[in-house]
């Protein structure tokens, strides 16, 4: 028994401790992966906020096609009293573009005789471009 405490004794002797070097070595990969671990958080954060960005974009311009479809044909196009109860959120902002055509493939501005509306709905936050969609809405 005597023997097993003087192989422990002298194994637990002979080692120095961690050097520099070892101490050095596991502080960078530490570091390396700190980093790489804030940068995927990073990339996380901005690529939640781009979809939040787009989802609400998708939402008012869908509440904006919905409120236009139902409401009569306008000759002028104004269709901002239709729109106006839709709340915006802050920082946001959509525009309505009315295009005509009489025969369904040249759009431009109206000139009396159009029949078919091209209804373009920009949505825009703090003057940067989000999503436009279009639709068409026809004198019957």
Not at 40 to 49: C, F
Not at 83 to 89: E, F, G, Q
């Amino acid at each position: 028994m005597r023997w097993l405490s003087k192989v422990r004794f002298r194994f637990v002797r002979e080692q120095k401790g961690i050097g520099l070097l070892e101490v050095i070595v596991a502080a960078a990969i530490m570091g390396l992966i700190g980093v790489g671990f804030l940068a995927a958080l990073n990339t996380n954060s901005k690529a939640t906020g781009t979809l939040d960005e787009r989802v609400t974009a998708a939402n008012l311009v869908a509440d904006y096609l919905e409120v236009i479809s139902n409401s009569t044909y306008s000759d002028s196009g104004d269709y901002d009293e239709a729109v106006a109860n839709i709340t915006i959120p802050f920082q946001y902002s959509a525009d309505i573009n009315v295009e005509y055509s009489s025969d369904g493939t040249t759009f431009g501005p109206y000139t009396g005789s159009e029949t078919l509306q091209k209804i373009t709905v920009t949505v825009s936050r703090e003057g940067e471009h989000i999503l436009s969609i279009c639709t068409f809405k026809a004198k019957r």
